[in-house]
């Protein structure tokens, strides 16, 4: 069952919170809108659910427009960051609230609550009341209950926003798995760019209001359609450097960039797995810091023509790191690179 | 867990203090009251079952009885308007609400003695169709009924602007439609507000003296409440019937106070 957003806006007083955003999550699909805090994504979602008014724009589900419609009308499951369970009712009651609202029978809908705990991984624990479970299970109650009365999207906002990190990794692969398994259409917010490119099947970049870019996660990763999306995921390098003979020079180091003028001054954007740097006396940088963190190493460097910082990760134990330690010179390579004009720079 | 100690030092000065100040101001007048009682006992006990005392008991239980019912109704309501609705002159509501914390009690039974007293406002409306409100039952109910007003509403707020609106936010997604919303998920949640304010408006409205005796009179079986009662006892010399009335509202006082323990536990 898919879904379409058509030039969805929405302001909060003065401030425009999202600008004409339009996409669409086919049937199936597990989508992640993924941007910084405060850059309007629960705001989107919200819209879909209909707990948010738009100003202007639509909101289409299997070919139905919804945007008129009442949040109770819609059929969205909403998984919200803080649980938001109805803490004076049981684990099963919680489950349970959207069928008896809709007067299903009781037999059924035990049989629901019944189903839902054993997939949740619940089992057990319909009569406990929510102040009882740990914030894993809490989520995973959350979900059972959108999920009960068989919604036709699933909306997540920050699933795992207020859980501890061990439990999240936990759930995050969960919710992958439960997905495929119950044949859902889901969206989720996160500000999380991990959690984005370790479960959606696409994601959607959005910043200041505004839709930067969709894709999968790996062209996301190398395909950034804007300086900020390349900025925004992963661990970059961002470096000032003038395009000569179709290369990106900074500090004397170049990097293949496409479709920029000769002469123009850019942001080169450069990914700490995308530099190369072996030991070399003659080379351009020196070493300042070797850090080892887990099953990388991460070098920090200095390039002295340039006059920037540079840092690059390798793999432990990689043979590039021969040798390297601070103090000592380096040689640099830029494997792949992206590069933008700078903003206000001369040509 | 906090653990308890015995008090030490500047600590035990400080902790006798506080002891023998309670004792001044608590235990030592309801013990005397007790005392009174009990040296007269047989004299208290035909007080208070004489047709007056019960006939007071009986205002005052009854009057109790509808405002907590209307403040529960209005409380409930009233809060949700002030919390979850935003509208123009919603803070100034707001204020308004607690005005009858501020005021005295006389004067507000004096300000319904200028609506519907001799020459009220509403006097010659309401002797059009025959219902007298002044010095009958019906100006005792108004004065408790406003004296009351802020109780429930502002504990029930409270517990509303605690609670926020994603529970109801869930609810309306899972389809639910405003009234189950409101029956089965806000009302519950609003329990503890209610028995706090619910306490608390029992108290006052037992409790309650000088705008009852303003717009009622304590007019003997008539508007007679068990405050007014005391009071008309005090005048006449009738101290068995005063101090056992005193006692009575005294033991209800401290067993509406268990009560609201009992709920904080």
Redesign the interface.
């Known amino acids: 069952m898919g879904i379409r957003v058509d030039h969805l806006v929405k302001n909060f007083g003065a401030t425009r919170v999202v600008n004409d955003v339009s996409f669409e999550v086919r049937p199936g699909e597990l989508v992640a809108l993924l941007g910084p805090s405060g850059g309007g994504k629960s705001t989107v979602l919200r819209m879909i ?3 948010e008014t738009a100003d202007s724009g639509e909101v289409w589900l299997d070919g139905e427009r919804v945007d008129h419609l ?9 998984v ?1 960051q ?1 649980y ?5 009712m049981t684990v099963g009651e919680n489950i349970a ?2 069928l008896s ?2 007067g299903v029978a009781a037999s059924e809908q035990q049989a629901r609550v019944t189903e839902l705990l054993e997939v949740m991984g619940l089992r057990g624990l319909g009569d406990r009341m929510p102040s009882q479970l740990s914030g894993g299970q809490r989520q995973r109650v959350a979900l059972a ?2 999920l ?2 068989r919604p036709r999207l699933l909306l997540l906002d920050e699933p795992f926003g207020a859980v501890d990190a061990k439990v999240r990794e936990e759930l995050r692969r969960w919710l992958r798995k439960l997905h495929d398994e119950v044949h859902t259409t889901s969206i989720f917010v996160t500000h999380d760019q991990d959690e984005a490119f370790a479960i959606a099947d696409r994601v959607l970049i959005i910043s200041q209001g505004r839709l930067e870019q969709s894709g999968s996660p790996v062209e996301i990763l190398d395909q950034p359609a804007t300086e900020f999306v390349a900025r925004f995921v992963g661990d970059v390098n961002v470096l000032t450097g003038v395009v000569r003979d179709g290369r990106a020079w900074v500090g004397g180091v170049g990097a293949e960039v496409q479709g920029l003028a000769e002469g123009a001054t850019v942001n080169v954007v450069v990914r700490a797995y995308d530099l190369k740097f072996w030991r070399d006396d003659e080379g351009p940088a020196t070493v300042r810091r070797v850090m080892t963190i887990g099953d990388r190493v991460r070098v920090e460097a200095w390039l002295d023509r340039a006059a920037a910082p540079i840092f690059a990760q390798f793999p432990r134990r990689s043979s590039l790191l021969h040798g390297v330690e601070a103090g000592c010179r380096i040689a640099v390579e830029i494997t792949q690179a992206r590069a933008w004009p700078t903003p206000g720079a001369a040509e | 867990m906090r653990s308890r100690r015995r008090p030490t030092g500047p600590a035990r000065v400080v902790f006798a203090a506080v002891i023998a100040w309670l004792a001044l101001l608590l235990v030592v007048p309801l013990g005397a009251l007790a005392l009174s009682v009990a040296g007269s006992f047989s004299a208290v006990v035909a007080a208070l079952t004489s047709a007056e005392a019960l006939h007071a008991i009986g205002l005052s239980v009854g009057v109790a009885a509808a405002c907590i019912v209307a403040n529960g109704i209005f409380g409930v309501a009233g809060a949700l308007v002030l919390v979850r609705q935003r509208f123009v002159g919603r803070r100034l509501l707001d204020a308004l609400v607690e005005l009858p914390l501020a005021l005295s009690p006389v004067m507000t039974g004096l300000a319904f003695l200028l609506v519907f007293g001799r020459n009220g406002l509403l006097h010659p409306a309401l002797d059009a169709v025959g219902l007298q409100v002044a010095f009958a039952w019906p100006a005792v109910l108004l004065a408790t009924l406003f004296v009351t007003l802020p109780f429930t509403l502002r504990e029930v707020a409270l517990v509303l602007e605690e609670l926020g609106d994603s529970e109801e936010q869930a609810a309306a997604t899972l389809g639910a439609t405003g009234w189950q919303t409101f029956w089965r998920v806000t009302l519950p949640n609003l329990r503890s507000g209610l028995v706090v304010g619910t306490t608390l408006t029992s108290a006052r409205a037992l409790g309650e003296f000088g705008a009852v005796l303003v717009v009622g009179g304590g007019i003997a079986n008539r508007t007679q409440t068990a405050t007014t009662f005391i009071h008309s006892a005090i005048e006449e010399r009738q101290e068995p019937a005063a101090y056992g009335m005193a006692l009575l509202l005294a033991a209800v006082a401290v067993a509406l106070l268990f009560v609201l323990q009992r709920d904080r536990e």
Do not use: N, S
């Not at chain 1, 009442?70 to 059929?75: D, F, N, T, V, Y």
């Not at chain 1, 938001?84 to 004076?88: K, S, T």
């Open positions: 659910a209909g707990l009442h949040a109770r009308e819609r059929q969205v499951g909403f919200f803080h938001a369970l109805f803490r004076h609230f959207g609202v809709r209950r959108a009960a009365p």
